[in-house]
């Protein structure tokens, strides 16, 4: 039988829908997530599965139900809280860091904030600079919290399954030009580990470590290597906290030439804290220092050729993974 | 005099003769038939596939943003939302130049950097479009307190759709205007929808015990009558001059369109008979149209005689932003910092 395919959003469905009939404690909140289903459609038919008790619609009040989400997980619930934009985390830095990273510790372990912050990531929607970022690294910074990058449809059910389990707050990035993106989906029950690297493709003259967006361009460029005589292996961490830190080494150790891609800014990101943790573990066998692409040091232009030039694309990495091989 | 749609509100202002009432309810015709026409071009863009990404249409809300800049200064602040088309060409922004940055080019006010949802334009006291629903409250307010502290004699208008009224940093900026007597502004359009979610969902009590509450001098009024929103805010507006401090209009109204313009299918949560009823019954162009026509300031083959034009400037408009040249790519990292 040919496998099952679905795309990225009905992946995420899914995960929520299975998640939903299994543990009558996990419950959506966030703006427009009932009927509406999310402007990109994401959550479609599950309030009429399972109710307007469980898949609540909110104002647009960020911080306020991001901290209901947190106060709700504290004593017995598992709710998933929806920020539409990834841009509008920064209304509830408060309550993510100050609170929900910390009341466990802080509380000597007494209290847990099993809660799932679900919201996206991603430029080249034309959306411009308060639509456009990609601010995982700031989560990705705090104790307390884990933050993960799905990249592809199955990858999504699995991952968000496993967050929803998890007894922490999981911050959960999702691409929004990915949504549409299909691949194949098994019907069962699974969960994927956080903090388990994923190869995505193997080869042996370059290591292209990627999250989430950038995995499918390093695919991409990847394919295009493969034509000019370079073979490149796509390392996807899948988690930028907890980070497997084996697999990527150990792939570096390899190939012994590393271009981590994240379409977060590179400077102070998600990129740097990768190529740092490659540059101290695999140190004897690199052939070249580890490089970083980013998103440029700008906000997001409106302006489609200006955006275009502020995302690594497969033709940048192409020349770039080519020129670290020495074959430019 | 000549009065064109790139005009701003102060009519009184710049010209010589005093305005005669005809005159003032001319203007503030043509104004709202051109955010009407911008939009109808904007949907075109969009339709065309010549518009990068998506845009909120004003069509069926020009009465507020009309109302309320004919009654300010050109110098006067002005801070505008998502769907900010209209308070930009309300306080006397040029449609080929909005055309440009709806395009992403290099005309375009912010040099195609910000498009649909961040005009800007200082030379008509536009502090700029924001993307960030409540995004704007601390600048509009902030802006109040310069013109206090700098003695210049300005107000602020901040305008925001009540989906912005589950922002708490509102609430903040709301008690700082009024403890310190600034010459703000913040005008609540309810339009019914927070997107896809009707606002009696999403609000508790009443809008106007919000402001209220702090005892902030609030009213409310129908957002589709161009005059009556006109006689209230030239009331706010002297008040805050006069340094008698903030003030919170809600005015009633509805987008004609969906919440952007690829929000086609609508009827899960608008009915087509609402639509409807509010595109024959309460248009506020229409509505200002019959009473100009019943004052005899105009009759109907003048008033379709004004529309052409208008018509013809924004197919003008449109044209110059469509063969514009995109900005250099060498610009992507200008304006980081100044
Ligand atoms: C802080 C924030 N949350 C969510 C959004 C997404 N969003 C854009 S417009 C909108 C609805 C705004 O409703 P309202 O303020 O009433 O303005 P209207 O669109 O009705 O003019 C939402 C939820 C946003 N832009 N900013």
New interface residues.
């Given amino acids: 039988m040919p496998e099952r395919e679905l795309t990225f959003a009905q992946a995420i469905r899914e995960a929520l829908a299975e998640e939903m009939r299994r543990d009558a404690t996990v419950c959506i909140i966030g ?2 997530v009932a ?2 289903g999310t ?1 990109f459609k994401v959550l479609s038919g599950l309030v009429e599965e399972f109710g307007s008790e469980r898949v609540v ?5 960020e ?2 139900f991001t901290g209901i989400g947190v106060g709700a997980a504290m004593t017995g619930m598992r709710p998933v809280v929806d920020i539409m934009f990834g ?2 985390i920064t ?1 509830t830095m408060d309550q993510m860091v100050n609170q929900a990273a910390k009341v466990h510790y802080m509380s000597g372990g007494h209290w847990n904030v099993p809660m799932v912050m679900r919201t996206t990531l991603g430029a080249t ?7 456009s970022q990609s601010l995982h690294a700031w989560f990705s910074h705090v104790p307390g919290l884990k933050v993960v990058l799905p990249s592809t449809p199955y990858d999504a059910k699995g991952l968000l399954k496993t967050a929803i389990r998890d007894n922490n707050p999981v911050v959960f990035f999702e691409d929004k030009m990915m949504y549409k993106l299909k691949g194949p989906v098994p019907e069962d029950d699974y969960t994927i580990p956080l903090g388990v690297a994923d190869v995505k493709r193997e080869g042996g003259d370059i290591t292209l470590v990627a999250t989430s967006s950038m995995v499918q361009t390093a695919l991409g460029a990847a394919s295009m290597l493969e034509k000019a005589g370079v073979s490149a292996e796509v390392v996807d961490p899948r988690t930028t906290w907890p980070l497997d830190e084996k697999t990527l080494i150990e792939s570096a150790q390899k190939t012994s030439r590393v271009i981590v891609l994240d379409e977060g800014y590179g400077r102070y990101g998600v990129a740097a804290e990768i190529a740092a943790v490659i540059a101290a573990g695999a140190f004897y066998d690199l052939d070249a220092p580890v490089k970083r692409m980013g998103a ?4 997001i ?6 955006e275009d ?2 995302v690594p694309t497969e033709q940048t990495v192409f020349e770039a993974a080519r020129q670290m091989c020495g074959k430019a | 005099m000549s009065v064109t749609a790139s005009n701003p509100g102060d009519l009184a202002a710049r010209s010589a003769a005093p305005v005669t009432e005809q005159q003032k309810w001319l203007h503030a015709y043509r104004q709202m038939v051109s955010i009407r026409l911008f939009e109808e071009q904007v949907n075109e863009l969009y339709i065309r596939a010549l518009m ?3 845009a909120h249409l004003y069509s069926g809300e020009e009465a507020v943003a009309v109302g309320i800049c004919e009654a300010l200064r050109r110098d006067d602040y002005i801070t505008s939302t998502h769907r900010g088309h209209g308070h930009c060409l309300a306080k006397g922004a040029s449609p080929d130049r909005m055309f440009a940055e709806l395009l ?2 290099e005309a375009g006010y ?9 005009i800007a334009d200082p030379a008509t006291g536009n502090l700029g479009a ?6 704007s409250v601390g600048i509009a307010t902030g802006a109040a307190f310069a013109a206090k502290r700098l003695r210049t004699d300005r107000v602020a208008v901040c305008f925001f759709g009540e ?6 940093s509102l609430y903040e900026v709301m008690n700082l205007a009024q403890l310190w007597k600034l010459p703000v502004i913040y005008v609540c359009e309810n339009n019914l929808y ?4 009707h606002f009696s ?3 508790a009590g009443t809008i106007l015990a919000r402001a209220t509450a702090f005892g902030i001098e609030a009213t409310s009024v129908d957002g589709q009558d161009v005059r009556k929103v006109n006689e209230v805010a030239s009331r706010l507006i002297q008040r805050a001059r006069k340094g008698e401090g903030p003030s919170f209009l809600q005015a009633d109204t509805y987008r004609f369109s969906g919440h952007h313009v690829g929000d086609i299918s609508r009827e ?2 608008r009915s087509k008979q609402e639509e409807s009823l509010w595109k024959t019954e309460r248009d506020p162009i229409k509505l200002h149209a019959a009473w100009l026509i019943a004052q005899r300031f105009a009759d109907s083959a003048s008033l379709d005689k004004t529309a052409a034009e208008i018509r013809n400037e924004m197919i003008a408009a449109v044209k110059f932003a469509v063969e514009a040249p ?2 250099s ?1 060498k ?3 200008q304006h ?1 910092y100044a």
């Fill in positions: 703006e427009d009927e509406a402007p619609d909110t104002p647009i009040s911080a306020g841009d509008f209304l929607r034309r959306s411009a600079a308060q639509h440029m040091h700008v906000p232009p409106f302006s489609p050729p200006l030039a502020t | 990068p990404g998506l992403g080019k912010c040099r195609g950097k910000g498009g649909s949802m961040h924001n993307a960030i629903v409540g995004g989906g912005a009224l589950g922002q708490g927070n997107e896809y979610t969902e999403t609000t899960y949560y995109y900005p790519v610009e992507v990292d980081v």
